[in-house]
T-cell receptor, first 111, second 113 residues
């Protein structure tokens, strides 16, 4: 089992560029979520999904889009990157109220 | 969904001492989970305590849960430098349903060798 895999590990974007952060899990978890963590801060929930075709907003959804076409994948799209989106992004998944499994993160810098 | 609030936000102790951190929450829960985050890494689940349990142990970790006070505590005994990390709690409401998980600010633990 690979668990939760996030790609890329590092990314540098210019303001206004778009990109997709990938998240895949091989545990057949229905719940998947995206968080961002700024330096010295806790995690803030961006979007989450409770199954294929179902997504919902978290605490800080603006500037981000998600879709969930399969159980395994939950990509996060930045439509027009801004310096305020410089952060570390974590994807997590779980089965119902069982513990979350986290990926190793994507470190994004927007210049 | 609900958010746990960890306290204190920062804790500094000497190696070998015990570290205690607390979590408060607002509504009824099915279980409460504690996580550790080493610098720059994803969170790792440490221990889960169910609403019908009062205490649980795992190695040097001891977790208590008081549902009447809506609070939990995590005790790390005989701390080591490797315990230096941030610790987060996650109260979970549903057993058979899904609730979004929102984390609090965490407790940043520094263990000084």
């Amino acid at each position: 089992n690979a668990g939760v895999t996030q790609t890329p590990k590092f990314q540098v974007l210019k303001t206004g560029q778009s990109m997709t952060l990938q998240c895949a899990q091989d545990m057949n978890h229905e719940y998947m979520s995206w968080y961002r963590q700024d330096p010295g801060m806790g995690l803030r929930l961006i979007h989450y999904s409770v199954g294929a075709g179902i997504t919902d907003q978290g605490e800080v959804p603006n500037g981000y889009n998600v879709s969930r076409s399969t159980t395994e994948d939950f990509p996060l799209r930045l439509l027009s990157a801004a310096p305020s989106q410089t952060s570390v992004y974590f994807c997590a998944s779980s089965y119902k109220a069982s513990p979350l499994h986290f990926g190793n993160g994507t470190r994004l810098t927007v210049t | 969904s609900q958010q746990g609030e960890e306290d204190p936000q920062a804790l500094s102790i000497q190696e070998g001492e015990n570290a205690t951190m607390n979590c408060s929450y607002k509504t009824s829960i099915n279980n409460l989970q504690w996580y550790r985050q080493n610098s720059g890494r994803g969170l790792v689940h440490l221990i889960l305590i169910r609403s019908n349990e009062r205490e649980k142990h795992s190695g040097r970790l001891r977790v208590t849960l008081d549902t009447s006070k809506k609070s939990s505590s995590l005790l790390i005994t005989a701390s080591r430098a490797a315990d230096t990390a941030s610790y987060f709690c996650a109260p979970r409401q549903g057993e058979t349903s899904y609730d979004k998980v929102i984390f609090g600010p965490g407790t940043s633990l520094s263990v000084i060798p």
